[in-house]
């Protein structure tokens, strides 16, 4: 049985829900799938990092960022292939709407 790509980002986006004390909100911008939550704070500053040398031909560098996850931790920038020709990361981000700090999961587009 296939399982609906959507119907798994609600479900897991519920789940986090209910267990983060976040709202999840899944949102479709041109094509692929992100996940807003909505943080009780802005993310730390920035942690810089230097990107270790490619592995290979085709790798796309993945900067690091502060991701929500019941509180900011830090996700490591890493080395990864598109999952298909022409696939371009789009970078988490964080907004501030009307006093409101939301972190916007980024993902392959």
Same mark, same amino acid.
């Given at each position: 049985?296939?399982?609906?790509?959507?119907?798994l980002v609600l479900i897991t986006?519920?789940?986090?829900?209910l267990t983060g004390g976040c709202? #999840?909100?899944?949102?479709?911008?041109?094509?692929?799938?992100?996940?807003?939550?909505?943080?009780?704070? %802005?993310?730390?500053? #920035?942690? #810089?990092e230097a990107a270790p040398p490619?592995?290979?031909?085709?790798?796309?560098?993945?900067?690091?960022?502060?991701?929500?996850?019941?509180?900011?931790?830090?996700?490591?920038?890493?080395?990864?292939?598109?999952?298909?020709?022409?696939?371009?990361?789009?970078?988490?981000?964080?907004?501030?709407? %009307?006093?409101?700090?939301?972190?916007?999961?980024?993902?392959?587009?």
């Open positions: 049985m296939k399982t609906n790509p959507l119907l986006g519920a789940a986090l829900a709202i #999840v909100q899944p949102v479709a911008p041109q094509g692929y799938v992100s996940t807003e939550l909505y943080a009780p704070n %802005d993310p730390p500053p #920035v942690v #810089v490619s592995p290979g031909l085709g790798f796309v560098w993945i900067g690091g960022a502060w991701v929500w996850n019941n509180g900011w931790v830090w996700e490591s920038g890493r080395w990864q292939h598109p999952p298909h020709p022409g696939a371009v990361w789009r970078p988490h981000r964080y907004e501030n709407r %009307d006093g409101k700090h939301v972190f916007i999961r980024g993902g392959w587009n």
